[in-house]
């Protein structure tokens, strides 16, 4: 099975589902039309993503010196 996958932009338009449970599965989808390519990627939800206020909120390091 391979990890990557060209389109033609025509065929992904129509195939959108597909393209993106490809993506999902691990395969990197490039979807080429006249101008350039576009590079489709699944990214998986990191659990441990904070906040950015509760992150922010924390403040920085103590100095003490």
Do not use: C
Request: net charge negative.
């Amino acid at each position: 099975m391979s990890h990557v996958h060209v389109w033609k932009r025509e065929d992904a338009e129509r195939s959108l589902g597909e393209v993106l449970q490809r993506a999902k599965n691990g395969q990197t989808q490039f979807i080429q039309d006249a101008e350039g390519e576009f590079e489709i990627r699944f990214l998986k939800a990191r659990a441990d993503k904070a906040e950015a206020g509760d992150f922010l909120s924390r403040g920085g390091p103590i100095d003490e010196s």
